[in-house]
């Protein structure tokens, strides 16, 4: 799958590692590059198709699928990030980063599957798809169901020969993880990684060095792993 040529369409596009997913894509030579998001006029990368979508609405989808029938290669990157916990947290939150990151990408994916024979989806996920942390409870069980939603799809969709990839990643510099005062990769590393892992056929990317070592602690104990990990987020926190 090769993205110079190709069209390409990103969710969440308007800013954090959508923004920069489009414009790396123009920069690469896509064809057309379908920028999505909720409110299109807030898109301001040169040289895209700015494109109505609310992920977790269903009409919305498939209009979406009406105004961008040609697509190759599908970046499932919308996501919100609420802060709550599942058992003391908002129960709304939960359900809402569950519509978001798990019912939101399916809609999509099953909206563009047609058009996707023979092309490619990528979608991001996180370290926090394989490790909990206090204060994103509902984040860590969106993703992880986010997780095996890749992983089913990239069995039910091989037969029509579309590759599907999953992004994980730690701590990058987007509005998002602005709170955060540990270290930060830089969004257009962690694109180029993505985009790279497409183009060579990679089922999974593993984006930095945090993600790889959480991928790591899965088959070790739990009260091992997260001890571990409370040491690493201590240190990577400075």
């Known amino acids: 799958m090769q993205i110079n040529g190709a069209n390409v369409l990103v969710t969440g596009a308007n800013r954090g590692l959508g923004r920069q997913f489009a414009s790396s894509l123009v920069e690469r030579g896509a064809a057309k590059v379908y920028a999505t998001a909720r409110r299109p006029e807030l898109i301001d990368v040169p040289g895209v198709i700015p494109v109505r979508l609310d992920v977790t609405d269903a009409g919305s989808v498939a209009a979406a699928a009406v105004a961008a029938p040609d697509v190759d290669i599908l970046i499932n990157n919308a996501g919100i990030s609420t802060g709550a916990n599942l058992i003391t947290g908002d129960l709304a939150a939960v359900r809402s980063e569950l519509d978001t990151h798990f019912y939101g990408t399916l809609n999509v994916i099953r909206a563009f599957a ?3 024979a023979g092309g490619a989806i ?3 996920l996180s370290a926090i798809s394989w490790l909990a942390v206090d204060g994103a409870g509902a984040y ?3 993703k992880a169901a ?3 939603l890749t992983n089913s799809a990239r069995l039910e969709l091989a037969a029509q020969g579309t590759l599907v990839t999953g992004l994980h990643l730690g701590a ?7 709170w955060y005062d540990g270290d930060k990769a830089a969004p257009a590393v962690i694109v180029a990684a ?4 497409i183009e060579a056929g990679h089922a999974e990317v593993l984006a930095d060095t ?3 070592q959480v991928k790591a602690w899965l088959s070790q104990d739990p009260a091992v792993v997260y001890r571990e990990a409370a040491l690493a987020l201590s240190a990577l926190a400075g």
């Open 172 to 178: 990058a510099d987007t509005d998002m993880m602005a």
């Open 140 to 142: 860590h069980a969106a």
């Open 194 to 197: 993505a985009l790279d892992g």
């Open 146 to 148: 986010e997780w095996a």
């Open 114 to 116: 047609p058009q996707l």
């Open 210 to 212: 945090w993600s790889a």
């Open 122 to 124: 990528l979608n991001v």
